[in-house]
């Protein structure tokens, strides 16, 4: 059997599996597309081998799952895909409702840190899908990820919108990240030949995703809303790196979430063998 390996079906990851098309990884690889919630939630079923998972499910899950060394969603710095999007700034917040997109968890727990610690305010949060105008209707801010948020910065209209990849690097100095890729346990300790091989082949599209941003941004735009301009920007500000400097603000991130209580303990990062 293929492994089973899931695919975001944001922008954001979009030129990494690119070119694992580019490449014919994927005719060895059965590929799922889903939101970052659903695919966390597809995993631990074990109806997926491999995926890319919110952060902050990653240390809630630590027990059940390994990563994938050096792949990741991250920024350093300005990511323009996870927004908080306000009608009014965010100090004068207090504790009034702020709607959650209910599409990625690392983002709505990073959106509670930036608020309480750099702005000093504690509003009501509540989860909810990414409709906008629905979300105001209830809220005076709403926070959106993926191409729900692009399309909102790259029209702003008449709001104010806080990147929370800036506000993270105003906030800590460190890098952050969004999503990593996991493995169960289970299926690394049997088939570790074929977590060997999607590791390479995505070890071998970030290389290649380096190397062809402009022709990715080219490509795409032609099926999306967005001109290859603006995804070219895009992409040039997403890392998919996950070295030492990116682990080390993840674990400042999951201590962070620990202390305002999104999470019952800091996890160890334990990664998956491969040569």
């Not at 983002?107 to 105001?136: H, T, W």
């Not at 080219?218 to 301009?229: H, I, L, V």
Request: net charge negative; aromatic share 10%.
């Amino acid at each position: 059997m293929r492994p089973r390996v899931g695919h975001i079906q944001f922008l954001n990851s979009l030129p990494l599996y690119h070119m694992l098309l580019k490449d014919g990884s994927l005719i060895d690889i059965d590929l799922c597309k889903d939101t970052p919630v659903e695919l966390c939630n597809r995993l631990l079923q074990g109806r997926l081998d491999i995926s890319p998972v919110p952060a902050i499910e990653y240390a809630r899950h630590a027990d059940e799952l390994k990563l994938l060394p050096g792949l990741a969603v991250a920024s350093d710095g300005p990511v323009m895909s996870i927004v908080l999007v306000t009608k009014a700034p965010l100090e004068e917040l207090g504790d009034r409702p702020v709607a959650l997109t209910n599409t990625s968890r690392t983002s709505q727990v990073l959106a509670k840190i930036v608020l309480k610690e750099k702005y000093g305010v504690q509003p009501e949060f509540f989860s909810c899908p990414p409709d906008l105008p629905e979300m105001f209707r209830e809220a005076d801010a709403a926070l959106l990820i993926g191409d729900d948020a692009l399309r909102v910065f790259a029209k702003p209209g008449k709001y104010l919108l806080y990147d929370l990849g800036s506000e993270w690097k105003d906030l800590t100095g460190d890098r952050m990240v969004y999503a990593v890729w996991a493995v169960r346990n289970e299926y690394a300790a049997a088939e570790a030949a074929k977590v060997q091989f999607v590791w390479d082949a995505f070890q071998r599209s970030i290389r290649m995703t380096l190397d062809h941003v402009k022709q990715i941004a080219r490509d795409s735009a032609r099926w999306e809303t967005f001109s290859a301009k603006f995804l070219e920007e895009y992409f040039r500000t997403l890392r998919f790196a996950f070295d030492e400097p990116y682990q080390q603000g993840l674990m400042r991130y999951y201590r962070m979430a620990a202390e305002i209580g999104e999470l019952e303990k800091v996890p160890e990062l334990d990664f998956v063998s491969v040569q």
